[in-house]
Antibody, heavy 121, light 107 residues
Framework: QITLKESGPTLVKPTQTLTLTCTLSGLSLSTDGVGVGWIRQPPGKALEWLTL???????RYSPPLNSRLTITKDSSKNQVVLTMTNMDPADTATYYC?????????????WGQGTLVTVSS | DIQMTQSPSSVSASVGDRVTITCRASQDISSGLAWYLQKPGKAPKVLID???RPQSGVPSRFSGSGSGTDFTLTISSLQPEDFGTYYCQQANSFPLTFGGGTKVEIK
């Protein structure tokens, strides 16, 4: 059974840096084709893709947020870490980590439960 | 970036009705499209990817079609458990982008 679980703070202050961790079970970050990414959803709004890292350490970022985002992986712990700098109240959202395999057309097949991050002073 | 436009933004239909949701890409994405259903307070669940490939366990009443810029998700006979918000997502090139969503309500 494949599961993903997000962990991290639920409240951050404006200008602070957010760090979220996605822990995978039943799926290895070292396996060919495996990709793990982050997707967020502000309350009542649509989904927004943020970033993705593949098993071979290829990384992709959403252009509007590229300067604020960093994604890394620790294959020994089977974890993916998202860092987002200079947090703003507009970044208040539920943050999901999810898995997709490399390849055009492939969807996000496995998702974490999501974690709500509120940005407020 | 490729923009994804869904229509309608909401639909109210009766059990047994045929429901069609469309998604238009701002440029050719070949068959690089996925469909998701999100229920309130839950993570999205992928229904269809590669435009028409159903995911394991997805009821056969859900089908996807289209290529290039125009895509369709069809629910052949709406069931009570099909309520929620449906999203399309282009998966052909980066940055990956989602449509704005279609809220499906059961009459």
């Amino acid at each position: 059974q494949i599961t993903l679980k997000e962990s991290g703070p639920t409240l951050v202050k404006p200008t602070q840096t957010l760090t979220l961790t996605c822990t995978l079970s039943g799926l290895s970050l070292s396996t060919d084709g495996v990709g793990v990414g982050w997707i967020r959803q502000p309350p009542g709004k649509a989904l927004e893709w943020l970033t993705l890292i593949y098993w071979n350490d290829d990384k992709r970022y959403s252009p509007p947020l590229n300067s604020r985002l960093t994604i890394t992986k620790d294959s020994s712990k089977n974890q993916v870490v998202l860092t987002m700098t200079n947090m703003d109240p507009a970044d208040t959202a539920t943050y999901y980590c999810a898995h997709r395999r490399v390849g055009s057309g492939n969807g996000w097949v496995y998702w974490g439960q999501g974690t709500l991050v509120t940005v407020s002073s | 970036d490729i923009q994804m436009t869904q229509s309608p933004s909401s639909v109210s239909a009766s059990v047994g009705d045929r429901v069609t949701i469309t998604c238009r890409a701002s440029q050719d994405i070949s068959s690089g499209l996925a469909w998701y259903l999100q229920k309130p307070g839950k993570a999205p669940k992928v229904l269809i990817d590669v435009a028409s490939r159903p995911q394991s366990g997805v009821p056969s009443r859900f089908s996807g079609s289209g290529s290039g810029t125009d895509f369709t998700l069809t629910i052949s006979s709406l069931q009570p458990e099909d309520f929620g918000t449906y999203y399309c997502q282009q998966a052909n090139s980066f940055p990956l982008t989602f449509g704005g969503g279609t809220k499906v309500e059961i009459k």
